[in-house]
């Protein structure tokens, strides 16, 4: 579908069954219907071959319809010169040179999320590129960042936008740099070791710029036409322009778009933007309001996935906590590998934002430490922040925490446990662009980061890295954060103090058994004791209040432990260890 191009020029196919006559007009030819018609195929498919156009053309489609001539856009188009512009004939060469990535193992992800336009923006007057990320790679290599989730950067109406609004869903927006940048984009993070995960949004589209609205002229009820649904299954929260999940082209074109990204592009991963609203009208679990057509479309597209990329990840924004998003298509379910997990991150912000101690829900944090889906530890992803918990009316958790003094002591204390939180309990943890730098705030397509704050902050840089090193178990030491089982083994609602442990193999062991230990109140603790799964020696790999990651955390001392012998929660053995205010100890036990 769509421009073709090849040795000696390029054929043009494209889908407009209420049309009577299709030529295709642009630039080369003057926009003169007459020069270059297109020949009808079946169902509705107009297609022809014409030598002499090659990449770089600029072009649309003219329809001739009962309800008069229009002029569009290529809704396949890889390109166009703006999102009110022209289409291009794409170029598809581009050297990926020695780029054979492997992808990381899902239970070792970290990812970053980030928005182009924002994310390095040189010149605040103009939205950052595909160019400007690739100069921050090695700042994310070496946070130890192995997967960037980048929001929606397909045409979007405008130089800012979150992205969530795609004009040309197959086109990658001018303003960042087209497609050729986009690939050197892919090309040079896999280069740094380095997953790209993209997100799409398949639930709505437009409305801005929107050439697929009543593309042939057909419509029903004021409806957006051929790929849109025509009646009540068309609202949305962002107008009544939901795709027709039910039309076997729409779900062809959506189908296609996923694995063009996949393949052509080389992308690792897909983040698909709420599937709840593809599911389901209201985005609810109202049965009377469901899309069976819609489940079935993303089903479709990751069982295809699944047998084509299988090391490819797919991950469903759905946040109603849901099953069968994540559960194999053949137990029933749609088949993604990895869901948001609004519960934790909705429970975790409260405890880290409400002002008094006393009001922590410390049973809500024990609860969902070690939720999964189907049992699965990574079935979901996990954070603090991501682009709609720092937007929307709401803001950075240290802004959250302290409105206007996001960096001073208290923010920065609980902003790092709940970091510790993310980094610790099963799932896939998740940073928002700017986190570990301690941006404040909101987040807005107009704002670019500062890049300063990396320095005055380094400290707090130094601590992600350190949390990320951990979860990854690049030292060797906490093996059992990349496993299956947690246990919450400890809460003290009267102190606020919550101990889990995490393992990978059998009972653990030595270089495996994990324990965190978390200080969600401001007092300290100078030997606080906990049960110890065995004997020996208990060392502290990681004391969020070491005054190398903030000069004014209080550098509590936190020793390592042998363990004694006598029961405690539940414990054969127990240990004591010195806690500061709202502060994490992550703990390992050393070979015998």
């Known amino acids: 579908?769509?421009?073709?191009?090849?040795?000696?020029?390029?054929?043009?196919?494209?889908?407009?069954?209420?049309?009577?006559?299709?030529?295709?007009?642009?630039?080369?030819?003057?926009?003169?219907?007459?020069?270059?018609?297109?020949?009808?195929?079946?169902?509705?498919?107009?297609?022809?071959?014409?030598?002499?156009?090659?990449?770089?053309?600029?072009?649309?489609?003219?329809?001739?319809?009962?309800?008069?001539?229009?002029?569009?856009?290529?809704?396949?188009?890889?390109?166009?010169?703006?999102?009110?512009?022209?289409?291009?004939?794409?170029?598809?060469?581009?050297?990926?040179?020695?780029?054979?990535?492997?992808?990381?193992?899902?239970?070792?992800?970290?990812?970053?999320?980030?928005?182009?336009?924002?994310?390095?923006?040189?010149?605040?007057?103009?939205?950052?590129?595909?160019?400007?990320?690739?100069?921050?790679?090695?700042?994310?290599?070496?946070?130890?960042?192995?997967?960037?989730?980048?929001?929606?950067?397909?045409?979007?109406?405008?130089?800012?936008?979150?992205?969530?609004?795609?004009?040309?869903?197959?086109?990658?927006?001018?303003?960042?740099?087209?497609?050729?940048?986009?690939?050197?984009?892919?090309?040079?993070?896999?280069?740094?070791?380095?997953?790209?995960?993209?997100?799409?949004?398949?639930?709505?589209?437009?409305?801005?710029?929107?050439?697929?609205?009543?593309?042939?002229?057909?419509?029903?009820?004021e409806g957006g036409g051929i790929y849109f649904y025509n009646d009540w299954r068309a609202e949305t929260p962002w107008g009544h322009n939901r795709p027709d999940y039910g039309r076997d082209e729409v779900r062809r074109y959506i189908r296609d778009n996923a694995l063009m990204w996949l393949e052509d592009y080389r992308v690792d991963g897909l983040r698909c933007d709420s599937i709840s609203h593809i599911r389901n009208v209201d985005g609810s679990s109202d049965p009377s309001r469901d899309l069976p057509e819609g489940w079935s479309l993303m089903k479709w597209i990751n069982e295809e996935i699944q047998e084509k990329m299988p090391w490819k990840i797919t991950i469903a924004e759905d946040l109603q906590g849901n099953e069968y998003i994540t559960r194999p298509t053949a137990a029933g379910g749609q088949g993604f590998a990895s869901q948001w997990d609004a519960a934790f991150v909705n429970i975790v912000r409260d405890a880290l934002i409400t002002p008094e101690d006393a009001d922590r829900n410390l049973e809500a944090v024990a609860s969902i430490i070690g939720h999964t889906y189907n049992g699965d530890a990574f079935q979901r992803v996990i954070y603090t922040e991501s682009h709609d918990e720092v937007a929307n009316g709401k803001a950075r958790v240290t802004e959250e925490i302290m409105p206007g003094n996001a960096a001073s002591w208290f923010p920065k204390k609980r902003s790092t446990l709940g970091a510790a939180l993310v980094f610790t309990a099963p799932g896939i943890p998740m940073i928002f662009q700017g986190q570990t730098m301690l941006a404040d705030g909101h987040f807005s397509d107009d704002l670019p980061l500062d890049w300063s704050r990396a320095e005055e902050h380094a400290g707090l840089v130094h601590l992600y890295r350190d949390l990320i090193q951990l979860r990854r178990n690049i030292a060797g030491h906490t093996r059992g954060l990349l496993g299956q089982h947690t246990e919450v083994f400890h809460v003290n609602h009267d102190e606020k103090v919550l101990a889990y442990r995490r393992w990978a193999d059998g009972e653990g062991g030595p270089g495996d058994t994990t324990i965190i230990l978390a200080n969600f109140a401001d007092r300290a603790h100078e030997a606080y004791t906990i049960g110890l799964p065995s004997g020996g020696h208990w060392r502290v790999r990681f004391n969020s209040d070491w005054e190398g990651y903030d000069t004014e955390f209080g550098n509590f001392e936190s020793m390592d432990t042998q363990a004694e012998d006598g029961e405690y929660d539940g414990c054969t053995f127990h240990g004591s260890f010195g806690l500061a205010p709202y502060s994490v100890l992550i703990i390992s036990q050393e070979p015998s």
Request: proline share 9%.
């Open 1 to 221: 579908m769509g421009a073709i191009p090849h040795a000696n020029g390029t054929t043009f196919r494209v889908w407009a069954p209420a049309a009577t006559a299709v030529s295709l007009v642009g630039p080369f030819n003057k926009w003169d219907t007459s020069q270059h018609p297109l020949q009808h195929e079946t169902d509705g498919y107009w297609a022809a071959d014409f030598p002499a156009l090659l990449p770089g053309t600029e072009y649309k489609f003219w329809l001739k319809t009962p309800t008069g001539e229009l002029t569009r856009n290529d809704p396949y188009a890889r390109q166009v010169t703006h999102s009110a512009g022209n289409s291009v004939v794409p170029d598809h060469s581009f050297n990926w040179e020695d780029d054979h990535f492997e992808m990381p193992a899902w239970n070792e992800l970290v990812i970053y999320e980030l928005h182009v336009g924002t994310f390095n923006a040189p010149d605040p007057e103009k939205p950052g590129t595909f160019l400007d990320v690739v100069a921050r790679l090695d700042f994310l290599r070496d946070l130890g960042i192995n997967a960037i989730e980048i929001m929606p950067p397909t045409e979007f109406p405008g130089g800012r936008s979150w992205g969530y609004n795609p004009a040309h869903p197959f086109a990658l927006e001018t303003d960042y740099g087209g497609p050729q940048a986009f690939k050197e984009l892919v090309k040079q993070a896999h280069r740094h070791g380095i997953a790209v995960i993209l997100d799409v949004v398949y639930n709505h589209f437009g409305p801005g710029d929107l050439d697929l609205w009543q593309f042939d002229g057909w419509q029903e009820n």
